[in-house]
């Protein structure tokens, strides 16, 4: 059983560059998020999809784009990234007033 | 903003030893959870405490939650070297968005 799955684990980008970082679940969860965590600031969410077919701003969610695929998949992306947008991405699932299901991480560096 | 607000943020006990760490936060809330991550890896849920509750115990870990005071705490008994992690409170106020504190760090020394 796998649970939340992210592609890539690490990844380098030049400043204006774009990425997509990819988020799969197997646990048929309805909700899923993504976070950024950066030192001495805890996971900040950027978006969430509480279903399939819709998306919502989090609290950081300026420079970022989201897709919710389908039930399994939702991905994020960078159009032009910064160095501002360096930190670990965590995506979760999970159903509605429940514990959140994490992978374990997208490690992000843009020079 | 982030909701919720660990202390201490760093806590270094040895092994044997209890640990506490305490969350506060601003808003009304669903439920507090607890989430431990240990380096490089992503978070892993320990314990939900819904809003009508007060304690909850699983294992070596006990919760407590203070809705007048809007506070909770987390106690780790008889702790070992393998609770070696970051400590995460998280508080969910029915909106679908879980807003983390930034953690407490937990040593503990052999």
Redesign the interface.
């Known amino acids: 059983n796998a649970g939340v799955t992210q592609t890539p684990k690490f990844q380098v980008l030049k400043t204006g560059q774009s990425m997509t970082l990819q988020c799969a679940q197997d646990m048929n969860h309805n909700s899923m998020y993504w976070y950024r965590q950066d030192p001495g600031m805890g996971l900040r969410l950027i978006y969430y999809s509480a279903s399939e077919g819709t998306t919502d701003k989090g609290e950081v969610p300026n420079g970022y784009n989201v897709s919710r695929l389908n039930k399994r998949e939702f991905s994020l992306r960078l159009e032009s990234a910064a160095p501002s947008q360096t930190s670990v991405y965590f995506c979760a699932s999970g159903p509605y007033n429940s514990p959140l299901h994490f992978g374990n991480g997208t490690r992000l560096t843009v020079t | 903003?982030?909701q919720g607000e660990e202390d201490p943020q760093a806590l270094s006990i040895q092994e044997g030893e209890n640990a506490t760490m305490n969350c506060s936060y601003k808003t009304s809330i669903?439920?507090l959870?607890w989430y431990r991550q240990n380096s490089?890896?992503?978070?892993?849920?320990l314990i939900?405490i819904r809003s009508n509750e007060r304690e909850k115990h699983s294992g070596r870990l006990r919760v407590t939650l203070d809705t007048s005071k809007k506070s909770s705490s987390l106690l780790i008994t008889a702790s070992r070297a393998a609770d070696t992690a970051s400590y995460?409170c998280a508080t969910?106020a029915?909106d679908?968005?879980?807003?983390?504190?930034?953690?407490t760090t937990v040593t503990v020394r052999a």
């Open positions: 903003s982030q669903n439920n959870q490089g890896r992503g978070l892993v849920h939900l995460f969910d029915n679908y968005k879980l807003s983390f504190g930034a953690g």
